[in-house]
């Protein structure tokens, strides 16, 4: 018992891992989406298209490997989690979609590139959203009777969820912002540093309220950040998010490159470290547990073999493109 307990914890870490990079990666893609329609028609909107179409596909290999290592580590949590928000993930998965026909096609198809425009800031808003309510559904609790989703159709629609929907929305621009204040410069670096601004102030405003929200959401968050000794523990957080916001914001008034963007990812950093403080031990709150879903064993330790021989070959390649890869971005693209 002792080492399938130690087993389904490292596991839980290798999902956690996957999420943080698929939100920190793709999320700025995203970002740059939900921004579009902010950027000026032709040259400024294809640069920041340009800034992203040679790692854009690649990013989502980490939606895979968190959703494929949920089904086979925690079943029982991919069965309650995956029907309390079917129509929540059907809508991140045709957004991404959406997203990524328009990406290919406002390219082949110039006669009616506004549409495809429109679709991809569409499918980008839509997406960030959905991701963003599917985490409050699953910070607000789900209902579980025999091992089996309880719940109505339309649990997960709540002002809680739309919250940190609308913080997750703010969060992915602002990486798409950050991100284009590295990627670019003369006036497009100015137009991306005033929309960074903009999107730091909602980030830290959201989070600031999910976080509020959270102590009145479960008797169990408030007892877990607010009583001692729990709180000696967690303290570290939300003061390190504080500083981190501070950084940001003088990074953004001051002629910095890539700053603001190692900056945004670590405020996303400590933004889901908050959400493990707040969900560990559960998978499926209020009552399963990573080790009430866990697989068996010898599933968890067969699995965990070939993740160890794939996960050092998927950050390899990613971390190459993103060297390669690593100047500014002109009309013509990297340089």
């Known amino acids: 018992m002792t080492y399938s307990v130690d087993l389904t914890t490292v596991w839980a870490f290798i999902i956690a891992f996957a999420v943080f990079a698929y939100v920190v990666m793709d999320g700025f893609d995203l970002g740059i989406g939900i921004l579009f329609k902010f950027f000026e028609a032709g040259r400024e909107r294809d640069r920041a298209m340009n800034s992203i179409a040679p790692v854009w596909d690649g990013n989502e290999t980490w939606l895979v490997l968190g959703g494929g290592g949920l089904f086979a580590a925690f079943p029982l949590a991919y069965a309650v989690i995956l029907p309390a928000t079917y ?30 425009d429109a679709a991809f800031t569409g499918g980008s808003i839509v997406a960030a959203l959905a991701q963003g309510m599917t985490l409050g559904a699953l910070l607000q609790g789900i209902e579980i009777e025999g091992r089996a989703y309880a719940g109505g159709p339309f649990d997960w629609l709540t002002p809680y969820t739309i919250l940190t929907g609308l913080g997750t929305l703010a969060g992915y ?26 999107a730091a102030a909602a980030t830290i405003v959201l989070m600031g309220a999910v976080s509020i929200a959270n102590v009145f959401l479960n008797e169990e968050y408030a007892t877990r950040w607010l009583t001692a000794p729990e709180i000696y523990y967690v303290w570290p957080v939300p003061l390190m998010t504080g500083a981190v916001a501070v950084m940001l914001w003088r990074a953004l008034s001051a002629d910095r490159h890539s700053k603001p963007f190692w900056l945004s990812l670590a405020l996303f950093l400590f933004g889901m470290a908050g959400v493990g403080v707040t969900l560990w031990p559960n998978v499926a709150p209020p009552s399963l547990t990573i080790w009430d879903a866990a697989a068996p064993y010898s599933s968890q330790l067969f699995m965990l073999v ?30």
Do not use: N, S
């Open 306 to 335: 070939g993740t160890v021989i794939t996960m050092p070959l998927i950050i390899g390649y990613t971390a190459w493109a993103y060297w390669v890869f690593r100047g500014k971005v002109g009309d013509e693209g990297y340089h």
């Open 173 to 198: 621009a602002l990486l798409g912002a950050t991100w284009l204040v590295w990627k670019l410069d003369d006036a497009g670096q100015d137009h991306a540093r005033r929309l960074a601004k903009w």
């Open 87 to 116: 129509p929540l993930i059907i809508a991140m998965l045709l957004g991404l979609v959406f997203r990524g026909v328009a990406f290919e096609y406002r390219w082949r198809d110039p006669g009616h590139r506004r549409y495809w």
